[in-house]
């Protein structure tokens, strides 16, 4: 069965540093997301990508965030300077319409930690 | 402000035994509703999604309800197995100039015990 793929599972990072998320859509997915739960808080939406680039950006999508398709197959999320708050669970997904009409499929989620 | 509210924040029950979570919405205009189950470190899995005009949707045994006029959906889940612990998140989308805001549920956490 297709699924989204996130990589790496963990991954640790020193405060200041920049971090890239990395996630491989379901193939014949045209729409892509970007989410992040805070341990113990719900899932947060950050941002949405259609055609190559950014359809819809919540509030917590600041200048210090970036999304990428840089080929056919990965979907990317960048953090160029991680705070201590950016630590969380990060999840990609992945839908084949909008989200208006089909679900979305998630990955397994990259946990970032910023020490 | 959109905001899902939902009930229990917590759940332990008996394996075999039927429970209801309950989620209550504020989010208009509304677009559609969903259940999903997240696994502790795991991304949700969808379970179910209702649009305006759908009042009861199963998959297998999860049953959902939405009452569109009082803003409330249930998740039923019936003969419980060990394997339903996780977390239920409810996340209703609602349309806004041609996108969709999504709102998610903090979740009922359920432990199915033998």
């Known amino acids: 069965e297709p699924e989204v793929t996130q990589t790496p599972s963990h991954q640790v990072t020193q405060m200041g540093q920049e971090v890239i998320l990395r996630c491989v859509p379901i193939s014949n997915h045209l729409y892509f997301y970007w989410y992040r739960q805070i341990l113990g808080q719900k899932v947060e939406f950050l941002v949405s990508?259609?055609?190559?680039?950014?359809?819809?950006k919540s509030e917590i999508f600041d200048d210090q965030f970036s999304v990428e398709r840089p080929d056919g197959s990965n979907f990317t999320l960048k953090i160029r300077s991680t705070k201590l708050e950016d630590s969380a669970m990060y999840f990609c997904?992945?839908?084949?319409?909008?989200?208006?009409?089909?679900?979305?499929?998630f990955g397994q989620g990259t946990r970032l930690t910023v020490v | 402000k959109n905001q899902v509210e939902q009930s229990p924040q917590s759940l332990i029950i008996l394996e075999g035994k039927n429970c209801t979570l309950q989620c209550n919405y504020t989010v208009s205009p509304f677009s559609n509703l969903r259940w999903y189950k997240q696994d502790t470190g795991r991304g949700p899995v969808s379970l179910t999604i209702m649009t305006f005009s759908e009042n009861t949707k199963s998959n297998g045994r999860y049953t959902a309800t939405l009452d569109a006029d009082t803003k409330q959906s249930s998740l039923h889940i019936t003969a419980s197995q060990l394997s339903d612990s996780a977390s239920y998140i409810c996340?209703?989308?609602?349309?806004?100039?041609?996108?969709?805001?999504?709102?998610f549920g903090i979740g009922t956490k359920l432990q199915v015990i033998p």
């Open positions: 990508f259609y055609n190559n680039e950014i359809s819809e």
């Open positions: 996340v209703v989308s609602a349309n806004s100039g041609g996108y969709q805001k999504v709102t």
């Open positions: 997904a992945s839908s084949e319409e909008s989200r208006a009409r089909t679900e979305a499929f």
